[in-house]
């Protein structure tokens, strides 16, 4: 595959730099950010790598979550982000805004990003185990090594139960993801996903708890925090306003 890449990229901003860092010593610890700003504060904080929000960014450029952002704006956004740091960048791109795993691969690849977040569901209803598992697997074929890949299992956010969560992380395992990412799974069941799905296993931190040691101790080896920070600087905005 073609990237825009240039040969006098660092070696520490490629997907093989990312992946490497999904398998210790220390587990990886990804603030997710929104813009620039919020790129390079986290990259000047020392973070060895950086996370998009998909819902921080769509409200940013004035959309919500749940796939409204069209997609060339939010790529546009990625690449800003990339351009912005000089650590790894991987891209939270929800389902995929519906474009078919060849352009969807190709054409994240061209805004410099090493890895993307992709969740199972869709209008709150649990995409097809085996669609979503092939989906995943047309995207690792069309990156190649280009793309760390974190598969996102919305069962805990359907609904769904453990055993299916399971199911699914390894499904999407044999798939070729390299992470899996149960979102908001409940903290007693967070080791047996960890111990059952096997792997790099992403959790979901905030900045009132569950906290990354939290989660780390449980299992996790990939910490992300979402929309949190974005809400949390937001509210603290709000909070400060009538003050000024």
Request: glycine letters at 8%; one cysteine or more.
């Amino acid at each position: 595959m073609t990237t825009t890449r240039g040969r006098g990229q660092a070696d520490r901003r490629t997907a093989e730099a990312f992946r490497a860092l999904h398998h210790g010593p220390t587990p990886l610890v990804l603030p997710n950010a929104w813009d620039p700003v919020s790129a390079r504060a986290i990259a000047e904080a020392g973070y060895p790598a950086i996370a998009t929000s998909s819902g921080a960014v769509a409200r940013v450029l004035g959309y919500d979550d749940g796939q409204l952002t069209p997609v060339a704006e939010m790529l546009e956004a990625v690449a800003r982000i990339v351009r912005a740091v000089d650590v790894p960048v991987t891209a939270d791109m929800e389902a995929g805004y519906g474009l078919d795993a060849k352009e969807f691969a190709e054409r994240l690849v061209e805004t410099g990003a090493v890895g993307c977040n992709l969740e199972d569901s869709l209008d709150d209803q649990l995409v097809d185990v085996e669609r979503q598992a092939d989906y995943l697997s047309a995207v690792r074929a069309a990156a190649g090594a280009d793309l760390v890949i974190n598969a996102r299992v919305d069962s805990f956010i359907t609904n769904g139960s453990v055993d299916e969560a399971v199911a699914r992380g390894r499904a999407y395992r044999r798939a070729g993801a390299d992470c899996v990412y149960p979102i908001a799974a409940p903290l007693d069941v967070l080791q047996r996903l960890a111990t059952d799905i096997g792997g790099p296993l992403n959790a979901h931190a905030k900045p009132n708890g569950p906290t990354a040691a939290d989660l780390i101790a449980l299992g996790a080896t990939r910490i992300s925090y979402g929309t949190s920070l974005h809400n949390f600087t937001t509210d603290v905005l709000r909070e400060l306003l009538p003050e000024l």
